[in-house]
T-cell receptor
Framework: DVKVTQSSRYLVKRTGEKVFLECVQD?????MFWYRQDPGLGLRLIYF???????EKGDIPEGYSVSREKKERFSLILESASTNQTSMYLC??????????????FGAGTRLSVL | DAKTTQPPSMDCAEGRAANLPCNHS???????VYWYRQIHSQGPQYIIH???NNETNEMASLIITEDRKSSTLILPHATLRDTAVYYC????????????FGKGTRLSVIA
């Protein structure tokens, strides 16, 4: 089974802190994604990556950056956390092309609270 | 990519078939229909996808109308564990366009 592991299930940080959310997948997937999910707004794509050292902005990249130094790991970085970044963060991965590229496997999520 | 319209919520009795509709009237010829679901406190889970033919797997069946403007996800014998938000997504299989998750349908399976 594909496994997508997010480093923390719950995280509490202070305003202004630099926050790292880590995601690791074990199926050699080329594609990785970061979403956030808020009540009434659904899942929104923050950043995605189709290869190592490659990144693409999603719908809401402001206030975030990402790092993909290794194929299996995709990190989401909040340079200076703010209260409006309190949310559930979900990581996903998929194979590169064809029909499989749209079959994403998700982690369990990290619920981040910024105080 | 084509947009989709789903009812915000539905109820279904346990053991009965759950039929979840999705309207995608602006779908184009090279776009597929994908369904995902999200059980509370978990990440979304892929269910099934199709282009124009009906599809069935161990989780569900997907019925796509002949004009492809709508589809129905069928859970043949709904259980309490099927209570979740179900997302219908239309996307091309070529290129790098990512999935766009709408608000989905919240299905409540009732004992």
């Amino acid at each position: 089974d594909v496994k997508v592991t997010q480093s923390s299930r719950y995280l509490v940080k202070r305003t202004g802190e630099k926050v790292f959310l880590e995601c690791v997948q074990d199926m050699d997937h080329e594609n990785m994604f970061w979403y956030r999910q808020d009540p009434g707004l659904g899942l929104r794509l923050i950043y995605f990556s189709y290869d190592v050292k490659m990144k693409e902005k999603g719908d809401i990249p402001e206030g975030y950056s990402v790092s993909r130094e290794k194929k299996e790991r995709f990190s989401l970085i909040l340079e200076s956390a703010s209260t409006n970044q309190t949310s559930m963060y979900l990581c996903a991965s998929s194979q590169k092309g064809g029909l499989a590229k749209n079959i994403q496997y998700f982690g369990a999520g990290t619920r981040l609270s910024v105080l | 990519d084509a947009k989709t319209t789903q009812p915000p919520s539905m109820d279904c009795a346990e053991g009965r078939a759950a039929n979840l509709p999705c309207n995608h009237s602006t779908i184009s010829g090279n776009e597929y229909v994908y369904w995902y679901r999200q059980i509370h406190s978990q990440g979304p889970q892929y269910i099934i996808h199709g282009l124009k033919n009906n599809e069935t797997n161990e989780m569900a069946s997907l019925i796509i109308t002949e004009d492809r403007k709508s589809s129905t996800l069928i859970l043949p014998h709904a259980t309490l564990r099927d209570t979740a938000v179900y997302y219908c997504i239309v996307v091309r299989n070529s290129g790098n366009t990512p999935l766009v998750f709408g608000k989905g349908t919240r299905l409540s399976v009732i004992a």
